[in-house]
């Protein structure tokens, strides 16, 4: 049996080497006559091309299915959106693994309004580390509203007289003369009654003003400010606030025992950064909702611990509708047992930083050089240098005339060469930007490269404390 097969094998190859012999040698001879005619090279090429065009065709013929097929997954994917961690624990904010259309940014002349609570102990000095940042990265008029008390009243009026920003416009209301709307609220937060007085914003704040950013006091900015008020696009119809989630176990009740916070949606939410969508908020009479919630919780938690935050967490328990959360990067929260490794291990572009803990800059965190160094940054930062006009918009034309710098602990070369009294109708924002990086502190380049090896931090970080 397997010498049968044996010899079939052999009379198979046999065959098959006759055959191929017998082919080499009539296309020799065609080649040959082709070679003696005087159009033989012709023909060749001809059937080459011939040859050249069938392969373009199967080629192009594979090149739409791989397309088809590429726009199928494509659809697939969008059906079926990877993850990426965004506003809370359970990963709820979800995005296309392809890249969608970038939206359209805030118009260049918009002015964006910004409202924040400044009154109390040390309330204006935390407020100017706030405003330098926002300052610093903005590229929008810009309109901050205060509620204030007298001293920082005059502390920040003086100091935007002598910054004399272009395109930037500032409103103080009184503290106290909105006092009596929650002073009846016990509160146990180091924030003192001032700590519950974003409550009362629909009212303060002027009838035709629609929305407006809410910021504590202690949050430091690490990008334009604009890329935040963008974000009132995503609310839907019934959304009227802008959040996000809790970065500590506190709401959950966990941390200790006989622990009872006030009621919170999960995690609950951070009050530090808000969108206020202020129409909606008065159409469902804001100032009403909350105060109710309020009477009713205190019967049986008697205080506040954290001051507003508490109460928005309650009505937002019942009324769920009202929030839209937002991404975990615009609030980063270093806040005592905080989870927010959690959010900035995974999101590269950090927006903004809150020290939440009373501890501020001492706080525990295996991560703080990094973000000390970018508070440090806006603390020895000049006020002066942030003076560069807006091009392209009537409301952030430059003030003033910009003075010279000349400072005895540093060498200036272009005032030698004169080359920052260049006239130019610019020359106000180049001068600027050349005596932000002169000025620069390098030490506050030491900051940590997450997820690197090779940017891991090197040393040890000293506290530095300087007046503004």
Not at 25 to 37: A, G, N, P, T
Not at 389 to 400: D, P, Q, R, S, V
């Amino acid at each position: 049996m397997v010498m049968r097969f044996y010899r079939k094998s052999i009379v198979l190859v046999l065959v098959t080497f006759t055959l191929t012999t017998i082919l080499f040698i009539s296309l020799s001879s065609k080649f040959v006559r082709l070679q003696s005619d005087g159009s033989g090279r012709e023909i060749l090429l001809e059937k080459r091309v011939e040859e050249m065009e069938k392969e373009n065709m199967i080629l192009k013929k594979h090149l739409s299915l791989s397309k088809s097929e590429m726009d199928q997954l494509k659809m697939k994917r969008q059906a079926q959106p990877g993850e990426i961690y965004g506003s809370n624990n359970n990963k709820s904010d979800l995005i296309p693994l392809d890249c969608p259309k970038a939206e359209p940014g805030v118009p260049k002349c918009e002015v964006i309004h910004i409202s924040i609570v400044c009154a109390g102990y040390n309330a204006s000095r935390e407020v100017v580390i706030l405003i330098k940042s926002i300052l610093f990265y903005r590229k929008n008029p810009l309109h901050f509203h205060f509620i204030s008390d007298e001293r920082a009243k005059v502390v920040l009026g003086h100091l935007f007289q002598s910054w004399d920003v272009p395109g930037l416009k500032y409103s103080f209301y009184i503290a106290e003369d909105y006092k009596s709307d929650v002073d009846w609220i016990p509160n146990r937060h180091y924030s003192g009654l001032y700590g519950l007085m974003k409550l009362v914003l629909t009212k303060v704040l002027p009838r035709d003003l629609e929305k407006t950013i809410v910021l504590d006091t202690d949050i430091t900015f690490a990008t334009d400010i604009a890329d935040l008020w963008q974000l009132f696009r995503k609310l839907g119809t019934r959304q009227a606030i802008g959040l996000v989630e809790n970065q500590s176990d506190w709401y959950l009740g966990t941390l200790w025992k006989r622990h009872k916070p006030w009621p919170a949606k999960g995690r609950g939410f951070n009050t530090g950064v808000m969108l206020f969508e202020l129409r909606k908020l008065r159409d469902l009479n804001w100032m009403q909702m909350w105060r109710l919630m309020a009477e009713k919780e205190l019967m049986n938690l008697l205080a506040t611990s954290l001051a507003d935050q508490d109460i928005i967490n309650a009505l937002i328990k019942k009324h769920d509708y009202l929030v839209h959360p937002l991404p975990c990067a615009w609030n980063v929260q270093l806040s005592d047992n905080t989870r927010s490794e959690l959010c900035y291990t995974e999101v590269s572009d950090l927006k903004a930083v809150h020290w939440n803990s009373p501890y501020k800059l001492k706080v525990k965190n295996k991560h703080v050089e990094f973000f000390r160094n970018l508070y440090l940054t806006f603390l020895e930062y000049d006020g002066n240098l942030l003076r560069r006009e807006l091009f392209g918009c009537e409301a952030g034309k430059a003030n003033g005339t910009f003075q010279d710098k000349v400072g005895c602990s540093f060498f200036h070369p272009f005032l030698t060469l004169g080359l920052l009294k260049v006239k130019n109708k610019h020359a106000e924002f180049s001068r600027n930007l050349y005596l932000t990086f002169l000025e620069y502190d390098g030490n506050l380049l030491r900051r940590e490269l997450f997820g690197c090896e090779a940017g891991k931090a090197n040393g040890t970080f000293q506290d530095k404390v300087i007046h503004f």
